[in-house]
């Protein structure tokens, strides 16, 4: 009976997922598992569990590609600091720090997104789904107010009065890999983190930019700290972006390059002299060998 049971299950779940294939396989898709994700959790779940989860395998799998780079041979051309391989034991205690950080740090923070969006009216269900179109400008304008609150208050922590005691924890890798992006003081994290709930606060019209927009900021900083300048990164269509061999300098130089995304900022208050000095003499020295 038990088997039975299973089967009639499986066959009525595999039904409901057909009905949901009119014209659009890859839309169908979406809403059949978004609809199933809604009617099987309560939004309470959704924007507190699941969103922990959802941060926490997007994180790891986007650090995945740069923490296998250093294995393969070929990749190695790409690496920015080539004589700073990466090691065990710093990956290992970047690893350990993550995981607190993670826990008893960003979870806190993330179990407001409910509070938030019931006292704002932001909508779940999938009728009110946005165009793709429509999330995508609202990321980019989140990723513009992210990245200004990040250039001064980044800049900010390292005055010299200050540094010691908050962001000079996450400059002990003076040559970054992937997992460094989010290895920061707790005051740290509270701090330019509050950049990414701006765009939040004022763009957000459907639950689903705030995930769209977690998408864009994880590749993001984990793109600018995996310590190889890959020439095939989709992310260097973006005008302005800064990447990782800019934010690279950032760690191996501990001056100029604040900016988290675009170099708009560096440029307008020039704080990318160095960096462009380097680069200069970077690219003198090719020429001459």
Excluded at 243 to 249: P, Q, T, V
Excluded at 272 to 282: G, I, N, P, R, S
Aim: charged share 15%; net charge negative.
């Amino acid at each position: 009976m038990a088997e039975n049971g299973t089967i009639l299950t499986t066959v009525r779940l595999a039904t409901e997922y057909l009905e949901y294939l009119p014209h659009n396989p890859l839309r169908s898709t979406m809403e059949y598992y978004w609809t199933s994700m809604l009617t099987n959790y309560s939004k309470f779940d959704v924007a507190t569990w699941i969103s922990f989860l959802y941060h926490e395998v997007l994180y790891f799998a986007i650090c995945l590609p740069a923490f296998l780079c250093q294995f393969i041979p070929a990749m190695q051309k790409y690496k920015i600091q080539q004589e700073k391989p990466e090691s065990f034991d710093n990956q290992w205690k970047c690893f350990k720090l993550l995981v607190l950080n993670h826990f008893f740090v960003q979870f806190p923070l993330i179990l407001g997104t409910y509070t938030f969006t019931e006292l704002f009216g932001i909508p779940y269900d999938w009728e009110s789904m946005p165009a793709w179109y429509d999330t995508a400008w609202r990321v980019y304008l989140c990723a513009v107010f992210e990245d200004t609150w990040h250039y001064f208050m980044h800049r900010l922590l390292h005055h010299k009065r200050i540094y010691k005691y908050i962001h000079k924890l996450h400059h002990n890798f003076q040559a970054p890999f992937g997992m460094v992006a989010e290895y920061a003081h707790p005051v740290e994290t509270v701090v330019l983190g509050f950049g990414f709930f701006i765009g939040v606060l004022l763009l957000t019209n459907h639950f689903i930019m705030i995930w769209a927009w977690l998408l864009f900021r994880l590749f993001e900083t984990v793109d600018v700290h995996t310590g190889y300048d890959l020439p095939f990164n989709p992310l260097h269509l973006l005008p302005f972006y800064g990447g990782a061999r800019f934010h690279d300098f950032h760690h191996m130089n501990f001056q100029g390059n604040y900016s988290s995304t675009f170099t708009w900022w560096d440029k307008i208050f020039g704080t990318d002299q160095q960096f462009k000095e380097f680069t200069a003499k970077q690219e003198k020295s090719l020429k001459s060998d």
